[in-house]
């Protein structure tokens, strides 16, 4: 299976719409959401193109090929619009015995690591792409679609046969690692 890896959409539907169209250009079967979907965060701007209906409806129509996990960001409000689960801190993604650790990055990340042995823990919530290997597992932070800080670009990634890519939202890879 192929996984588009994805964080921190934050109501923007342009960017929503670019991610959709990267996964079917990638040919990936499962889209994974590491958090912040429909709210852009007080922290933040208003995102270009703010509207989380329209998201939630066009996420809606592919949601038997997602899963996702709860940002800070995100609310029992926002998982009313989903028909898919977004409300739990983190998820655990097995494929062909690689064990990968989904979450928003607010509650665990490469600074406070849950208990276990993953070979991989995927994140974002900074909105700064990160892929490196440290200590026993491969650190991924897929940054952020819309709001991309220290002037990464929007980027996201993919995971596929043991291989984590991160991609600049237009389609070039920017950097890959193998598990």
């Known amino acids: 299976m192929k996984y588009l890896l994805v964080s921190d959409i934050h109501g923007s539907l342009p960017a929503l719409e670019k991610v959709i169209d990267f996964y079917h250009q990638q040919h990936c079967d499962m889209m994974c959401i590491m958090g912040d979907i429909l709210n852009y965060g007080p922290r933040n701007g208003l995102p270009e193109g703010l509207n989380p209906k329209a998201i939630a409806e066009k996420l809606n129509a592919i949601a038997d090929e997602?899963?996702?996990?709860?940002?800070?960001?995100?609310?029992?409000?926002d998982q009313m619009l989903l028909s898919f689960p977004i409300l739990q801190d983190y998820m655990l993604l097995v494929d062909n015995g690689k064990k990968l650790l989904l979450t928003h990055g607010h509650?665990?990340?490469?600074?406070?690591?849950?208990?276990?042995?993953?070979?991989?823990?995927?994140?974002?919530?900074?909105?700064?792409?990160?892929?490196?290997?440290?200590?026993?597992?491969?650190?991924?932070?897929?940054?952020?679609?819309?709001?991309?800080?220290?002037g990464n670009p929007p980027t996201l990634g993919t995971y596929?046969?043991?291989?984590?890519?991160?991609?600049?939202?237009?389609?070039?890879?920017?950097?890959?690692?193998t598990l």
């Open 66 to 77: 997602i899963v996702a996990v709860r940002g800070n960001c995100d609310s029992e409000v």
């Open 107 to 150: 509650i665990y990340n490469k600074e406070n690591r849950p208990k276990g042995n993953f070979d991989a823990i995927i994140y974002g919530h900074t909105h700064l792409w990160e892929l490196e290997r440290e200590e026993n597992s491969v650190i991924c932070n897929t940054g952020s679609v819309t709001f991309p800080k220290g």
């Open 160 to 177: 596929e046969d043991g291989v984590i890519k991160i991609f600049h939202l237009n389609g070039e890879l920017l950097k890959q690692i």
